[in-house]
């Protein structure tokens, strides 16, 4: 049974960085390519950040660029999503995702993969 779990979500002032780690079970981490994405209260889920299973290749979506970054440990079978400068806009519930397609790539939208994590919560207060 394929898990994935996300912690490190909560409550930050503007400004502010958290880190967030998604941990997989059941599944062959290093095979997988990885996502983040989020989802605010009446919007649609969107991408946020990829990473290749080799860590070759990142994407990021433009309203991160330059605040988020993306890594991935093989050996723990965890990728990471480091975000600074935090905004009230990034209020929201993030997820990761793992696609275990044959290829490595970075798909940017949630039918390029398989499973995921049911979310944690993040809150930037103004």
């Known amino acids: 049974q394929v898990q994935l779990v996300e912690s490190g979500g909560g409550l930050v002032q503007a400004g502010g960085s958290l880190r967030l780690s998604c941990t997989t079970s059941?599944?062959?981490?290093?095979?997988?390519?990885m996502g983040w994405f989020r989802q605010a209260p009446g919007k649609e889920r969107e991408f946020l950040a990829g990473?290749?299973?080799?860590?070759?290749?990142?994407q990021y979506a433009e309203a991160v660029k330059g605040r988020f970054t993306i890594s991935r440990d093989n050996a723990k079978n965890t990728v990471y999503l480091q975000m600074n400068s935090l905004k009230p806009e990034d209020t929201a519930i993030y997820y990761c995702?793992?696609?275990?397609?044959?290829?490595?790539?970075?798909?940017?939208?949630?039918?390029?993969?398989?499973?995921w994590g049911q979310g944690t919560q993040v809150t930037v207060s103004s």
């Open positions: 995702a793992a696609d275990v397609s044959t290829i490595s790539v970075v798909y940017t939208t949630s039918n390029g993969y398989d499973y």
């Open positions: 990473l290749s299973r080799g860590g070759g290749t990142s």
């Open positions: 059941g599944v062959t981490f290093s095979r997988c390519n």
